[in-house]
């Protein structure tokens, strides 16, 4: 079958592959379904015409031999000599074969469908791994909402091939050999004539399918930018409201929804018309052989039981023609909605381990930048930065806006490879090491701290395992956190919202500090840790940080001077290079790039204090 399939089907189909002795069981199962139906086609020529029929004096009730020259059945050599009245034996068989129909069509059904949803998870899981190991650049250029409508959408489009479609594309595969086999066992000549003009319906049905798969990839792509707008729009929902967009929002919405729709109704139409077809057919093939077999009953050559037979094989046959064209439509579908999701599949991975990478040992010493360089896409943005962090200094890293000071911290734990130069730990390239054992030794805590729709202690606890309650406690103690997680309806098994939203911006840091702390990593990131808070928010998560700091080797990226002005060493990047390294006063007195950065703040601090108490002092005597 798979050589008449295209290689995306092919490659989808190979997902079945870890479950073919299941798939191969629940097969021979529905097998005995199609059997089971082609047994009671049977059938109706000895009940019409021997059960309804009582001039008949002959008690023996024969089945139409089998296919291909076999020897003809008797139903009541079925049974005891006991049981010979015609209708018992008939109404028995007729039991019997249903009853054998109905467990292997539950039994046989289950399992191909089983196998199908097992496959699709497994697809599910890759896709969703393959994502979570992209590199960092990769969610910068990939809509949020596409990607979740990928791993969502576009594989349940496929789940349904996988299972409910395959499932009935075997019963129905061999339902149709089955009456194919009846009919040409009752009579060749009526046989060949009602399945001639069967081409008729099935070139149709295989030009339709092409035009459906595209309509589909069309469709899957105008779901993502739903999934994007819808993403978009709750996560920024203050922004909305904040600029009175809701209206805007709405309109985008509804026009993405009417692209999804027409794109949809054209799949739609193509799928639906397979049915119509066939029937259509039917009439004209029904009209030839009632004119056929008239002839024939008269004179004796066929009986009416036979007619009746071949009329009732002949109806269900069609059934699985007009099943399998949706079929094939539905896996039509399926190799569209599945086009993304290859297509991220065979995205190369953030890269991994060097061979033979070594595990970096417990950091001792200094963390060296020699002569690194970085490039985002074909730009320069970091050239020549030179620089050594002995343990337990503060460096701080300045400049003005896209100067590169996170690209800077990023190459550290290797979110980004180095274009040019090295950067060595204890003189050990961090290349050279596995990325478990790097990033293990770094701790990160940034502007935006990410916190996940969980307890506060998950998120404390988060990357750990096994870890004591009482560290927990601990943490959030030197975090500055304790107090307020208490305070929560259910304290630290309260759940926190998604992204931490049920906290404020200070109670969402301090849970990422707290993270940090109980990670307990010898260096330490805070990019732009404080920016976004407002003043007694920030004075306990700067005394939350002075906790955090304590015996660590630490790279601090802040816009506020103020908070770097007890480093060790500050480098003031500009255009991807140090300008100017040294201790705050150095180089206030230097006169350079920082002065001029110190000077702009801390003038626009006090002009604005300036007006603050200017409007709000009280009027001058003698004057209204």
């Given at each position: 079958m798979t050589s008449f399939l295209s290689p995306q089907l092919r490659r989808l189909l190979s997902y079945v592959r870890p479950y073919r002795f299941r798939m191969t069981f629940g097969v021979i199962l529905l097998g005995f379904v199609a059997l089971a139906e082609g047994i009671v086609a049977l059938m109706i020529a000895p009940m019409v015409d021997r059960v309804l029929n009582p001039a008949v004096s002959d008690s023996s009730l024969p089945l139409v031999k089998l296919p291909f020259g076999g020897p003809t059945i008797y139903l009541n050599r079925f049974f005891p000599p006991s049981i010979h009245n015609?209708?018992?034996?008939?109404?028995?068989?007729?039991?019997?074969?249903?009853?054998v129909k109905a467990i292997s069509e539950y039994a046989g059904t289950t399992l191909v469908q089983s196998v199908g949803h097992l496959a699709i998870t497994d697809l599910r899981?890759?896709?969703?791994?393959?994502?979570?190991?992209?590199?960092?650049?990769?969610?910068?250029?990939?809509?949020?909402?596409?990607?979740?409508?990928?791993?969502?959408?576009?594989?349940?489009?496929?789940?349904?091939?996988?299972?409910?479609?395959?499932?009935?594309?075997?019963?129905?595969?061999?339902?149709?050999?089955?009456?194919?086999?009846?009919?040409?066992?009752?009579?060749?000549?009526?046989?060949?004539?009602?399945?001639?003009?069967?081409?008729?319906?099935?070139?149709?049905v295989g030009k339709l399918g092409r035009r459906i798969r595209r309509s589909v990839e069309d469709s899957q792509t105008r779901l993502g930018e739903l999934s994007q707008i819808l993403q978009e729009t709750v996560s920024g929902n203050r922004i909305v409201k904040a600029f009175g967009m809701e209206e805007f929002e709405i309109g985008k919405f509804r026009g993405a929804a009417r692209r999804l729709l027409r794109e949809t109704m054209r799949w739609v139409r193509a799928q639906v018309v397979t049915s119509p077809l066939m029937d259509l057919l039917q009439p004209v093939v029904i009209a030839f052989l009632l004119l056929y077999a008239r002839d024939k009953i008269r004179l004796h050559q066929i009986t009416l039981g036979l007619f009746f037979a071949f009329v009732y094989a002949?109806?269900?046959?069609?059934?699985?023609?007009?099943?399998?064209g949706s079929i094939y439509q539905q896996f039509q579908q399926a190799e569209g909605a599945t086009k993304q999701v290859f297509a991220l599949l065979d995205l190369p991975e953030e890269e991994q381990d060097a061979p033979g990478a070594s595990t970096l040992p417990p950091f001792a010493s200094e963390i060296e930048f020699d002569s690194v360089s970085f490039s985002y896409d074909s730009t320069l943005v970091l050239r020549g930065i030179d620089f050594t962090a002995r343990k337990g200094e503060v460096i701080a890293i300045v400049g003005t806006s896209g100067a590169g000071k996170t690209t800077l911290v990023n190459l550290l734990p290797r979110f980004y490879e180095v274009s040019g130069g090295a950067i060595r730990v204890?003189?050990?390239?961090?290349?050279?090491?596995?990325?478990?054992?790097?990033?293990?030794?770094?701790?990160?805590v940034t502007q935006e701290n990410i916190l996940f729709h969980d307890t506060a202690r998950n998120n404390i606890c988060y990357g750990l395992a096994n870890v004591d309650p009482a560290s927990v406690v601990e943490a959030a103690r030197a975090a500055l956190a304790h107090e307020f997680i208490l305070e929560l309806p259910q304290g630290y098994d309260t759940l926190i919202g998604e992204r931490g939203q049920r906290l404020s911006g200070g109670q969402r840091q301090r849970i990422a500090i707290a993270r940090a702390i109980l990670k307990n990593s010898p260096i330490l990131i805070l990019d732009e840790a404080t920016s976004?808070?407002?003043?007694?928010?920030?004075?306990?998560?700067?005394?939350?940080?002075?906790?955090?700091?304590?015996g660590r080797t630490v790279f601090v990226i802040a816009h506020r001077l103020a908070t770097i002005r007890?480093?060790?060493?500050?480098?003031?990047?500009?255009?991807?290079?140090?300008c100017e390294s040294g201790r705050h006063a150095d180089l206030l007195a230097r006169g350079g790039l920082y002065a001029r950065l110190h000077e702009l703040q801390f003038a626009d601090d006090e002009s604005l204090a300036a007006r603050v108490a200017s409007n709000g002092a009280p009027a001058p005597a003698g004057k209204s």
């Amino acid at each position: 079958m798979t050589s008449f399939l295209s290689p995306q089907l092919r490659r989808l189909l190979s997902y079945v592959r870890p479950y073919r002795f299941r798939m191969t069981f629940g097969v021979i199962l529905l097998g005995f379904v199609a059997l089971a139906e082609g047994i009671v086609a049977l059938m109706i020529a000895p009940m019409v015409d021997r059960v309804l029929n009582p001039a008949v004096s002959d008690s023996s009730l024969p089945l139409v031999k089998l296919p291909f020259g076999g020897p003809t059945i008797y139903l009541n050599r079925f049974f005891p000599p006991s049981i010979h009245n015609v209708w018992t034996v008939v109404a028995f068989s007729l039991l019997t074969v249903f009853f054998v129909k109905a467990i292997s069509e539950y039994a046989g059904t289950t399992l191909v469908q089983s196998v199908g949803h097992l496959a699709i998870t497994d697809l599910r899981n890759q896709i969703y791994a393959k994502l979570i190991r992209q590199p960092i650049d990769f969610f910068q250029h990939q809509p949020a909402g596409r990607l979740m409508s990928a791993v969502i959408n576009d594989v349940e489009r496929a789940r349904l091939a996988l299972s409910e479609y395959l499932a009935d594309f075997f019963r129905q595969g061999f339902g149709l050999f089955v009456f194919l086999a009846v009919l040409f066992r009752i009579d060749v000549t009526m046989a060949v004539g009602s399945v001639f003009l069967l081409p008729m319906v099935i070139w149709p049905v295989g030009k339709l399918g092409r035009r459906i798969r595209r309509s589909v990839e069309d469709s899957q792509t105008r779901l993502g930018e739903l999934s994007q707008i819808l993403q978009e729009t709750v996560s920024g929902n203050r922004i909305v409201k904040a600029f009175g967009m809701e209206e805007f929002e709405i309109g985008k919405f509804r026009g993405a929804a009417r692209r999804l729709l027409r794109e949809t109704m054209r799949w739609v139409r193509a799928q639906v018309v397979t049915s119509p077809l066939m029937d259509l057919l039917q009439p004209v093939v029904i009209a030839f052989l009632l004119l056929y077999a008239r002839d024939k009953i008269r004179l004796h050559q066929i009986t009416l039981g036979l007619f009746f037979a071949f009329v009732y094989a002949l109806f269900k046959s069609y059934e699985p023609v007009k099943r399998m064209g949706s079929i094939y439509q539905q896996f039509q579908q399926a190799e569209g909605a599945t086009k993304q999701v290859f297509a991220l599949l065979d995205l190369p991975e953030e890269e991994q381990d060097a061979p033979g990478a070594s595990t970096l040992p417990p950091f001792a010493s200094e963390i060296e930048f020699d002569s690194v360089s970085f490039s985002y896409d074909s730009t320069l943005v970091l050239r020549g930065i030179d620089f050594t962090a002995r343990k337990g200094e503060v460096i701080a890293i300045v400049g003005t806006s896209g100067a590169g000071k996170t690209t800077l911290v990023n190459l550290l734990p290797r979110f980004y490879e180095v274009s040019g130069g090295a950067i060595r730990v204890d003189g050990v390239d961090v290349r050279d090491v596995t990325l478990r054992s790097l990033r293990a030794q770094i701790a990160v805590v940034t502007q935006e701290n990410i916190l996940f729709h969980d307890t506060a202690r998950n998120n404390i606890c988060y990357g750990l395992a096994n870890v004591d309650p009482a560290s927990v406690v601990e943490a959030a103690r030197a975090a500055l956190a304790h107090e307020f997680i208490l305070e929560l309806p259910q304290g630290y098994d309260t759940l926190i919202g998604e992204r931490g939203q049920r906290l404020s911006g200070g109670q969402r840091q301090r849970i990422a500090i707290a993270r940090a702390i109980l990670k307990n990593s010898p260096i330490l990131i805070l990019d732009e840790a404080t920016s976004e808070l407002d003043s007694e928010s920030e004075m306990l998560v700067q005394r939350a940080l002075g906790n955090l700091m304590v015996g660590r080797t630490v790279f601090v990226i802040a816009h506020r001077l103020a908070t770097i002005r007890r480093a060790d060493r500050i480098l003031v990047l500009e255009d991807g290079l140090i300008c100017e390294s040294g201790r705050h006063a150095d180089l206030l007195a230097r006169g350079g790039l920082y002065a001029r950065l110190h000077e702009l703040q801390f003038a626009d601090d006090e002009s604005l204090a300036a007006r603050v108490a200017s409007n709000g002092a009280p009027a001058p005597a003698g004057k209204s």
